[in-house]
């Protein structure tokens, strides 16, 4: 798993793909946290994560689209699977360098609220509470679009499909405040939105029923990855 870990990781910045992903999340980040907090001497950056929520429609499929589909378009699958390792180990060395990836630009996000505490007393367990959410919302959506990578060797489609569904579990969010509370649409839409799961975090409140909402899906989804490889590992 190290192995597949550190492959991975050193393969996002042999291509590119990894510093495209970082410069466009810092570009969004950049320009929210401008637009909220320098323009208007804001300290909270709960407002700035709500947006970023929907810049990672954009970059997430950069890095997932040709995570395990790459591999099988170019053959190097077949190395993958005639080595020693489980499928679970590969999945889990693939989805941790994707994750590795995601953090560096995370990382440098935890800086702003320091940043931002110069224009008045900033909330810092609200505005960390908010980032870790972040952070686990991402890590949800980035196993969402991996297990998309393993359904098809075509990378283009996985990219596709990956834009659209994100975008429909963006939009489901909004869709929900249209339809009668208590409807069962109403109720199934809330659920399946991970966007609308952060929406307390932007208010300063801790919901930990959207963390473990979004490391649940996590597992869910690492784990439907798995199984995928497998089946098309020994078909």
Same mark, same amino acid.
């Given at each position: 798993?190290?192995?597949?870990?550190? =492959?991975?990781?050193?393969?996002?910045?042999?291509?590119?793909?990894?510093?495209?992903? *970082?410069? #466009?999340?810092?570009?969004?980040?950049?320009?929210?946290?401008?637009?909220?907090?320098?323009?208007? $001497?804001?300290?909270?950056?709960?407002?700035?994560?709500?947006?970023?929520?929907? /810049?990672?429609? %954009?970059?997430?499929?950069?890095?997932?689209? =040709?995570?395990?589909?790459?591999?099988?378009?170019?053959?190097?699958?077949?190395?993958?699977? !005639?080595? @020693?390792? !489980?499928?679970?180990?590969?999945?889990?060395?693939?989805?941790?360098? &994707?994750? /590795? #990836?995601?953090?560096? @630009?995370?990382?440098?996000?935890?800086?702003? @609220? &320091? +940043?931002?505490?110069?224009?008045?007393?900033?909330?810092? #367990?609200?505005?960390?509470? $908010?980032?870790?959410?972040?952070?686990?919302?991402?890590?949800?959506?980035?196993?969402?679009?991996?297990?998309?990578?393993?359904?098809?060797?075509?990378?283009? %489609?996985?990219?596709?499909?990956?834009?659209?569904?994100?975008?429909?579990?963006?939009?489901?969010? $909004?869709?929900?405040?249209?339809?009668?509370?208590? !409807?069962?649409?109403?109720? *199934?839409?809330?659920?399946?939105?991970?966007?609308?799961?952060?929406?307390?975090?932007?208010?300063?409140?801790?919901?930990?029923? /959207? %963390? *473990?909402?979004?490391?649940?899906?996590? #597992? *869910?989804?690492?784990? +439907?990855?798995?199984?995928?490889?497998?089946?098309?590992?020994?078909?």
């Amino acid at each position: 798993m190290i192995a597949i870990f550190k =492959r991975e990781f050193k393969s996002y910045f042999h291509n590119l793909t990894g510093f495209v992903f *970082i410069a #466009v999340y810092l570009l969004a980040l950049g320009f929210f946290v401008s637009s909220y907090n320098l323009k208007y $001497a804001n300290s909270s950056i709960t407002y700035a994560l709500s947006d970023m929520s929907l /810049a990672m429609i %954009v970059v997430t499929p950069i890095i997932t689209m =040709r995570v395990i589909s790459g591999d099988r378009r170019s053959g190097a699958s077949k190395l993958l699977y !005639s080595l @020693p390792i !489980s499928s679970s180990e590969i999945v889990l060395g693939k989805y941790s360098a &994707l994750i /590795a #990836v995601f953090a560096i @630009p995370t990382a440098a996000t935890a800086l702003v @609220p &320091l +940043l931002l505490n110069f224009f008045g007393d900033i909330n810092f #367990v609200s505005s960390y509470g $908010a980032l870790t959410a972040f952070f686990l919302f991402g890590m949800a959506i980035i196993s969402i679009c991996t297990f998309i990578s393993s359904l098809s060797d075509n990378i283009v %489609v996985c990219g596709i499909v990956s834009y659209i569904t994100l975008i429909f579990l963006y939009f489901a969010n $909004a869709v929900t405040a249209l339809l009668p509370e208590g !409807s069962v649409w109403a109720e *199934i839409l809330s659920f399946i939105s991970l966007f609308g799961a952060f929406d307390k975090f932007i208010y300063g409140i801790f919901d930990l029923k /959207a %963390v *473990i909402y979004y490391i649940s899906l996590t #597992v *869910i989804f690492v784990f +439907l990855t798995v199984r995928s490889v497998e089946k098309k590992r020994f078909a």
